[in-house]
């Protein structure tokens, strides 16, 4: 199936949540999101934004000692990662990363392109772009 793309504007971090929302509801079928963006794009708190959607209850924050962290939810588990201090892919490859990629619960990915040959043959794909102190840029690119 061709890929789709839709972009979509946030002008504040409040509206990140309701767009959570319509991002899994439009991605119901998506495991796993990669989330491009720089530092302070906004990746977290999407991250944030979608566990909270899911009915997360944890204290969802980026993983500081380790790179993944595990939440759990009313109907599973979500692994969120956070590639930006792996050195290499070895890293990965030590972690397990295909047995989280593989199980088939959520796996929200900040800094993919750490990571980017590891990721599987499909995925939703979403870039945050900064433009303007509260204004975002979503760029959703999905098989699914
Ligand atoms: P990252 O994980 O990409 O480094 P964070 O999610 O930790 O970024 O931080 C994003 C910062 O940008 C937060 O301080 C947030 O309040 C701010 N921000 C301002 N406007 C927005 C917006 N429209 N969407 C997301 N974050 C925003
Ligand atoms: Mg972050």
Redesign the pocket.
Known sequence: MAPRTETFR????G??AKLAQHLLATCKNSRIFAIF??????????VQALCEALGVTDTVK?PTFSIVNEYHYPEGKVYHFDFYRIKNVEEAFDLGYEEYFDSGDYCFI?WPEMIEILLPEEYTEIR?EVEG????KLTLTTDT
């Open positions: 946030t002008q504040s971090p509206e990140t963006g720089d530092l302070g794009a906004g990746k977290t708190l999407l980026s900040e945050i102190e509260n204004e975002r």
